[in-house]
């Protein structure tokens, strides 16, 4: 998984990194920007809920999670249909529905564990034990897509979560309060979400590699909306009953659609272009956001340190994108997906593995949904990505 730090450092050739790095600034750019972003979405998406917390006399994290399903949804199923045909959606979905099935429910749980944690355990718990999905996306990419870590990516992971723990230094220095009403349980939940978060990257992003972005969203919405539609119908009927539809409520919460709605449809694209490892790292830096938004919103101070730990995050992204992973021999042999064939170019890039098209030898209608997927304007793109790599 890892290959030998000595050996690694022998054969490192930091000039060749570097001039690789000015080769594809450009791309380096771009999925930074990505990146930070979806990292500000999850700023977002955390003071919305906060705000919402604070007006709501019933707590309905279940129902936000729905209107941003079916939004995705009700956007993404009409495009997948114009653009691919009835018929070979019903093909795609055939061969893989229990994969879109399997991405939607370890989504809608993250969601709802993690938002449970935040009821029972610290913030400071939290942010500590939302660092685990890292380790978990690791070894799942290791296992699903074949990744091959150098000690470089390692090292980056450290220095990322190095800049994560000033942060919460930082926090406690400024005498911040972090109380817990049960923090076993809300540990347990946020051990549980952040797990499923892991599932639900690296799933996604084995996913995207093969299909469209807008195919993958348009399935996560359908399943999410009805997963997620049972489980609000179960758990919060009552409470949708009681529920008092203020215009602070209505504008919080149509906010916090939008903006989930803007990190589905965004996320995709640095899983094809990077990877969810990649991922993960740059999301780190959402805990920095929100502490410019307390700074404007609640007059909290800044100190240098929290500056010191946004360097060393975005230090640890840019270590690992400029050093590129090895490619794998082939990816996991996933019933449904296309498979690298021989024939086939697996290509290193700096935050992750590309493969050019192929046909799945397991599907009914290969020929077809191969020549489909090639005359997809996403996936012709993401070829040229390829080729200007190779």
Request: hydrophobic fraction near 50%; charged fraction near 15%.
């Given at each position: 998984m890892v290959c030998s730090p000595l050996r690694a450092l022998r054969d490192f050739d930091l000039l060749e990194a570097l001039r690789a790095l000015g080769r594809d600034w450009k791309r380096l750019v771009l999925i930074l920007a990505l990146g930070q972003i979806l990292s500000l979405c999850i700023t977002s998406t955390s003071v919305l809920s906060n705000k919402l917390a604070e007006w709501q006399t019933v707590t309905t994290p279940n129902f936000q999670s729905f209107l941003v399903y079916?939004?995705?949804l009700v956007v993404y199923m009409p495009l997948t249909l114009v653009r691919l045909g009835p018929r070979k959606v019903w093909l795609n979905i055939r061969k893989r529905y229990y994969w879109y099935m399997f991405l939607a429910l370890v989504d809608v749980?993250?969601?709802?564990?993690?938002?449970?944690a935040y009821s029972y355990t610290s913030l400071l718990s939290c942010m500590l034990l939302d660092t685990w999905t890292l380790p978990c996306v690791m070894i799942l990419a290791y296992f699903l897509?074949?990744?091959?870590?150098?000690?470089?990516?390692?090292?980056?992971?450290?220095?990322?979560?190095?800049?994560?723990?000033?942060?919460?230094?930082?926090?406690?220095?400024?005498?911040?309060?972090y109380l817990a009403k049960d923090a076993v349980r809300g540990?347990?939940?946020?051990?549980?979400g952040a797990?499923?978060?892991a599932l639900s990257n690296t799933t996604e992003e084995f996913i995207v590699r093969h299909r469209p972005q807008y195919?993958?969203?348009?399935?996560l919405g359908f399943f999410g909306t009805v997963i997620n539609g049972v489980q609000m119908a179960i758990i919060e009927h009552d409470r949708l009953k009681h529920m008092i539809w203020t215009k602070e409520i209505v504008g919080f919460t149509i906010g916090f659609d939008f903006v989930m709605f803007v990190l589905y449809s965004v996320a995709p694209f640095l899983f094809r272009m990077s990877s969810a490892t990649f991922y993960n790292l740059s999301i780190l830096t959402s805990d920095f956001y929100g502490l410019i938004f307390a700074k404007y919103m609640f007059h909290n101070p800044i100190t240098p340190i929290y500056a010191g730990a946004f360097v060393m995050i975005v230090a640890g992204l840019l270590v690992y994108y400029i050093i590129p992973q090895a490619a794998p021999e082939h990816m996991a042999r996933i019933y449904g997906f296309r498979l690298p064939i021989p024939g086939d170019r697996i290509v290193s890039q700096g935050a992750g593995v590309a493969t050019a098209p192929a046909a799945s030898r397991d599907d009914d209608d290969s020929r077809s949904m191969a020549r489909s997927d090639v005359s997809d304007p996403d996936f012709k793109a993401q070829v040229r990505d390829v080729g200007a790599l190779a």
């Amino acid at each position: 998984m890892v290959c030998s730090p000595l050996r690694a450092l022998r054969d490192f050739d930091l000039l060749e990194a570097l001039r690789a790095l000015g080769r594809d600034w450009k791309r380096l750019v771009l999925i930074l920007a990505l990146g930070q972003i979806l990292s500000l979405c999850i700023t977002s998406t955390s003071v919305l809920s906060n705000k919402l917390a604070e007006w709501q006399t019933v707590t309905t994290p279940n129902f936000q999670s729905f209107l941003v399903y079916m939004l995705l949804l009700v956007v993404y199923m009409p495009l997948t249909l114009v653009r691919l045909g009835p018929r070979k959606v019903w093909l795609n979905i055939r061969k893989r529905y229990y994969w879109y099935m399997f991405l939607a429910l370890v989504d809608v749980e993250g969601n709802y564990f993690v938002i449970k944690a935040y009821s029972y355990t610290s913030l400071l718990s939290c942010m500590l034990l939302d660092t685990w999905t890292l380790p978990c996306v690791m070894i799942l990419a290791y296992f699903l897509m074949r990744a091959r870590y150098k000690w470089t990516h390692i090292l980056s992971v450290l220095i990322c979560l190095g800049g994560m723990g000033l942060l919460i230094k930082g926090d406690m220095d400024a005498g911040k309060n972090y109380l817990a009403k049960d923090a076993v349980r809300g540990d347990i939940f946020m051990l549980i979400g952040a797990t499923c978060y892991a599932l639900s990257n690296t799933t996604e992003e084995f996913i995207v590699r093969h299909r469209p972005q807008y195919e993958t969203v348009a399935w996560l919405g359908f399943f999410g909306t009805v997963i997620n539609g049972v489980q609000m119908a179960i758990i919060e009927h009552d409470r949708l009953k009681h529920m008092i539809w203020t215009k602070e409520i209505v504008g919080f919460t149509i906010g916090f659609d939008f903006v989930m709605f803007v990190l589905y449809s965004v996320a995709p694209f640095l899983f094809r272009m990077s990877s969810a490892t990649f991922y993960n790292l740059s999301i780190l830096t959402s805990d920095f956001y929100g502490l410019i938004f307390a700074k404007y919103m609640f007059h909290n101070p800044i100190t240098p340190i929290y500056a010191g730990a946004f360097v060393m995050i975005v230090a640890g992204l840019l270590v690992y994108y400029i050093i590129p992973q090895a490619a794998p021999e082939h990816m996991a042999r996933i019933y449904g997906f296309r498979l690298p064939i021989p024939g086939d170019r697996i290509v290193s890039q700096g935050a992750g593995v590309a493969t050019a098209p192929a046909a799945s030898r397991d599907d009914d209608d290969s020929r077809s949904m191969a020549r489909s997927d090639v005359s997809d304007p996403d996936f012709k793109a993401q070829v040229r990505d390829v080729g200007a790599l190779a």
